[in-house]
């Protein structure tokens, strides 16, 4: 009973969030959020927030994807009063969002620590849910502070805030996720339109996510030009006068380093840079043969989320795509909804 009214209202809350993409229904409190989010960060703007709401919308809340999700673990799927505390990071819109459907279609309750950059836009979203059934309301429990005496934790943050967390809650079962990068391998085989959605992976959310493609593995004697040209159409993805100012910044360093770079107008190629390397800057890594990428990947397989035209670890995830997971793509590969209902 419980998973038919969690599929039923959740699905339910995607069709309302689709219908305010479309313009068909208005909902000031979401629309107050997204204006709130935005001038509490600059990187927040419109374009980005509208792209989670509808990805979250499409991918997470449809009728039939929440059916085949839970589908594996409906024997396990109850109402408990056992709760799910999360710590959601802040780099991205709703970037926890997944965490908190994940305890919520456990039948847990779920305590969550929003992140100061992102604590608008869940609010709201909560709000209409709650609309749809008052029952929610009780299963989810927003707080300020880090929580305390927890039963389990699902915590992602930066190395030292991992480690962290990974210290204060090392007697409770838990997720702790610390950071990652993604990377797209090149062949020179691309299409324009394959390049072009590479774009997607690269520019949308700035670069500034996990999922986010921040380096790309070349063969040696690759043209930048080419590749310079198809993402010449994500200039207006990126206006924004922090990314404008880091771009520039890192421009400006190389030139006077002397170092080797290659400027696309809007950000730069920078050669063997820091995983993931500066806002601004994408990061190239040249290979001669298969080896070579598959010796890069068992030196950063720890590391990375994702990775983009290439099979890796049984996964391939074309051009495009490395923003928009399905329910079943966990972060760092961590099946969080089997975790919850084998661990409370």
């Given at each position: 009973m419980?998973?038919q009214?969690?599929i ?7 069709r309302n969030l689709?219908s305010?993409?479309n313009?068909?229904i208005?909902y000031?409190p979401?629309s107050?959020a ?7 960060n ?6 980005m927030?509208?792209t989670?709401l509808?990805?979250?919308?499409t991918n997470?809340?449809?009728k ?6 839970t589908?594996?673990?409906?024997g396990?799927i109850?109402?408990?009063?056992f ?7 802040g780099?991205?819109p709703?970037v926890?969002f997944?965490?908190?459907?994940t305890?919520?279609a456990s ?6 620590k929003m ?6 836009l ?7 849910l709650?609309?749809?059934?008052h029952?929610w ?8 502070s ?6 389990m ?9 991992s480690?962290?967390?990974k ?8 997720i702790?996720?610390g950071s ?5 391998v090149?062949?020179g085989r691309e299409?324009?339109e394959?390049l072009?959605?590479?774009g997607?992976d ?8 996990c999922?986010?493609v921040?380096s790309?593995l ?7 030009s080419?590749?310079t040209?198809a993402?010449?159409?994500?200039e207006?993805y990126v206006?924004?006068?922090f990314?404008r100012a ?14 080797w770079?290659?400027d696309?107008?809007f ?18 890594y040249?290979?001669s043969?298969i080896k070579?990428?598959?010796?890069y990947?068992?030196i ?20 495009g ?11 760092d590969?961590i099946?969080?909804l ?7």
């Amino acid at each position: 009973m419980y998973r038919q009214v969690f599929i039923k209202d959740f699905s339910q809350l995607g069709r309302n969030l689709k219908s305010f993409l479309n313009e068909e229904i208005a909902y000031l409190p979401l629309s107050s959020a997204i204006d709130d989010a935005f001038k509490k960060n600059p990187f927040f703007t419109m374009q980005m927030q509208l792209t989670s709401l509808d990805a979250i919308a499409t991918n997470f809340l449809s009728k039939d994807a929440l059916a085949v999700w839970t589908e594996p673990y409906a024997g396990l799927i109850e109402e408990r009063d056992f709760c799910v505390s999360i710590v959601m990071a802040g780099n991205l819109p709703l970037v926890g969002f997944h965490d908190l459907l994940t305890v919520l279609a456990s039948g847990r309750r779920a305590l969550v620590k929003m992140s100061c950059k992102d604590s608008s836009l869940l609010p709201a979203i909560m709000e209409s849910l709650c609309s749809i059934n008052h029952y929610w309301a009780d299963r989810i429990t927003f707080t300020e502070s880090l929580p305390e005496n927890v039963e389990m934790i699902i915590a992602t943050g930066g190395e030292k805030a991992s480690q962290y967390f990974k210290n204060i809650y090392s007697k409770v079962p838990g997720i702790i996720r610390g950071s990652k990068f993604s990377i797209a391998v090149i062949t020179g085989r691309e299409s324009e339109e394959d390049l072009k959605r590479l774009g997607k992976d690269i520019f949308l959310y700035f670069g500034l996510g996990c999922r986010s493609v921040s380096s790309l593995l070349l063969p040696v004697d690759y043209e930048l030009s080419k590749l310079t040209s198809a993402l010449s159409q994500f200039e207006n993805y990126v206006k924004c006068d922090f990314y404008r100012a880091a771009y520039r910044y890192q421009k400006a360093i190389s030139t006077v380093s002397g170092e080797w770079f290659e400027d696309g107008g809007f950000f730069i190629y920078k050669r063997d840079t820091t995983t993931p390397p500066p806002l601004g800057v994408v990061g190239i890594y040249l290979y001669s043969d298969i080896k070579a990428i598959e010796k890069y990947f068992l030196i950063h397989n720890e590391s990375i989320q994702c990775v983009v035209n290439y099979n890796y670890n049984n996964s391939y995830i074309e051009p495009g795509k490395s923003q928009y997971p399905v329910l079943e793509e966990y972060a760092d590969g961590i099946n969080s909804l089997e975790f919850i209902l084998k661990n409370s």
